[in-house]
């Protein structure tokens, strides 16, 4: 286990300290010296300049400390980070982009991603947009060596899957897990993955933001969204599909998936699927090859000062008006009633009615993301849950049973 090092002075903060310093008149201001004209005249009032000693720019221990982090992450995770060849069709392109390789759309082409040992029984995970469609599939390890694989399961919803190769344990360096919940905005973030196909590349940056909902566009899995994703500005690029994001102890937060971006290249903005995801779905996965996610059956909307307004409630009042309601869904069947009417806001047409859920089994619900949140974390398939609703003015309490999400 690598002990936790405090984070040491980065160069743009020592230059913004140097700065400050300037501004602050304890450093000599950076400029072009105006030409002289004639001899100086020196008053006998002027003292000459005191010359300042240089500050230090960083404390060289903890340096030392951060780079000696970063370099023992990588020593003891890269062994365990695969790079992914597949043959495939290629699917859409849009301006969230999953991350499956050097592909472009239209055809049957190579791709490529990257993947993690999940075990010595040489299970393999990655996410299901580099693997979806694959007709063949080649992993190749950090030392250079290559084997054959087997797509083993796979989950549209999560955009996990697993493959396997048949290679002897002592070949296999597993990855160590940890708790996503635990994870903080600020905190260092480590990825490990094939971008471009350039392997065992390592970039790093922060926790830049949590509880993300990152919409699936794989397939039938249209319309719903991955609870509890991380943001990180770690670069990550195309083939970082399916690598890791880790902690400063080398222990993986979650599973590189996608970026924001109208290049196809890093700008800043990636989203990593949580581990404690990963935990829940990979085994699922390994046993039976597929995973049952929990289905409420509804579409539905952060309140906002519009919505509110339309439905004439307190201004104060926080929740998720129902939009839509699927026939022969839990949700249906349970009595929760889709948004109606109509009115005219600014140009824009707004419901005058319809159920606003504002808690499930007791716990608050301010937007739509803690709906989906609770449900991907706390619920199963079968499970009866507690919903209340305001409708109309009043509160209702609405019990749902949870069915699995439908496949077509």
Request: aromatic share 4%; glycine share 10%; charged share 15%.
């Amino acid at each position: 286990m690598i002990a936790k090092r405090k984070t040491p002075m980065t160069v743009s903060m020592m230059v913004i300290l140097l700065l400050a310093l300037s501004a602050c008149g304890v450093l000599p201001s950076v400029g072009v010296l105006p030409k002289q004209q004639g001899n100086p005249v020196l008053s006998e009032n002027v003292q000459p300049a005191k010359v300042l000693e240089k500050p230090a720019l960083a404390d060289a221990g903890q340096l030392a400390a951060y780079e000696g982090t970063l370099e023992q992450v990588y020593a003891d995770v890269n062994p365990s980070v695969v790079s992914i060849t597949v043959t495939a069709n290629v699917t859409s392109d849009t301006s969230t982009l999953p991350l499956p390789g050097l592909q472009v759309p239209g055809g049957q082409q190579e791709g490529q991603g990257s993947g993690f040992v999940w075990d010595t029984q040489g299970y393999i995970v990655t996410n299901n947009h580099v693997v979806e469609g694959a007709t063949d599939i080649t992993v190749t390890f950090s030392d250079g060596s290559t084997a054959k694989a087997k797509l083993v399961g796979a989950d549209p919803d999560s955009d996990l899957a697993v493959i396997k190769v048949d290679l002897p344990a002592d070949q296999l360096k597993p990855v160590v897990m940890t708790d996503s919940d635990a994870v903080k905005v600020g905190q260092l973030a480590i990825a490990i993955g094939n971008p471009y196909g350039l392997q065992n590349t390592m970039t790093v940056g922060i926790i830049s933001a949590l509880g993300r909902t990152l919409p699936v566009e794989s397939g039938t899995s249209a319309g719903f969204s991955i609870p509890n994703v991380i943001q990180t500005d770690a670069a990550i690029n195309p083939g970082n599909s399916g690598g890791v994001l880790l902690n400063s102890n080398g222990e993986v937060l979650g599973v590189t998936s996608a970026i924001t971006s109208t290049s196809r290249s890093n700008s800043g903005i990636g989203y990593v699927v949580p581990s404690n995801t990963v935990s829940q779905v990979v085994p699922v996965l390994i046993k039976g090859g597929k995973f049952e996610h929990s289905w409420l059956g509804i579409s539905g909307g952060t309140l906002n000062a519009n919505l509110i307004e339309a439905l004439k409630l307190p201004s104060d009042q926080r929740g998720v008006l129902v939009a839509e309601v699927v026939d022969g869904s839990p949700a249906s069947k349970a009595g929760l009633k889709a948004a109606q009417g109509e009115v005219q806001i600014n140009g824009t047409a707004y419901p005058t009615s319809g159920d606003v859920i504002t808690a499930i089994n007791g716990q608050v619900v301010e937007k739509m993301e803690d709906l989906i949140s609770y449900l991907g974390s706390n619920t199963s398939v079968g499970d009866k849950i507690s919903l209340n609703v305001l409708r109309d003015g009043k509160q209702l309490t609405l019990d749902v049973t949870l069915a699995a999400r439908p496949t077509q």
